[in-house]
């Protein structure tokens, strides 16, 4: 870990998940800060974060719906979905290992439990907000900035 700029490793999950948003007829919005904002930690692992939380999002989003990546200036990283949003027994046990409402999908429930595990390894605090079909917003913030 070391101190970087969040913007960057954020704003290249967003580069490499746009043509699939397209596909899915999902509209991506990013929303820059416009200033670097530093933050202590691994850009490899933040890439990992950003990715799981938007193909998540992408896959809980019907065609039409919106997907948004956004970069704080308080060291913040937040994805948000228009999506199915999660029943209140699925939120209690989303970041559990192994735990997925999508098996027929092919889903594996490592998703959200990896971004738990990179988001604790970066005593990075990960919240929360769903509501059942209006869809789920996911924050995970950065302890303090980086010098």
């Not at 290249?12 to 043509?19: N, Q």
């Not at 738990?116 to 302890?143: F, N």
């Amino acid at each position: 870990m070391r101190p970087i700029d969040l913007v960057a490793p954020v704003d290249k999950v967003r580069w490499l998940i746009g043509p699939e948003a397209r596909r899915r007829q999902i509209e991506l919005v990013w929303s820059d800060p416009g200033v670097a904002v530093r933050v202590h930690a691994d850009p490899d692992e933040v890439q990992q974060i950003t990715l799981n939380l938007t193909l998540n999002a992408l896959q809980a989003t019907r065609a039409g719906g919106r997907v948004e990546i956004a970069v704080g200036p308080d060291g913040s990283l937040t994805v948000s979905d228009t999506g199915t949003g999660m029943a209140p027994e699925v939120r209690a046990r989303a970041f559990e290992p192994f735990f997925t409402t999508r098996v027929e999908a092919g889903g594996t429930g490592l998703g959200l439990a990896v971004v738990k595990s990179l988001a604790d390894r970066h005593r990075a605090e990960v919240r929360l907000q769903t509501r059942p079909g209006i869809g789920t917003e996911v924050r995970v913030i950065w302890p303090e900035a980086a010098a």
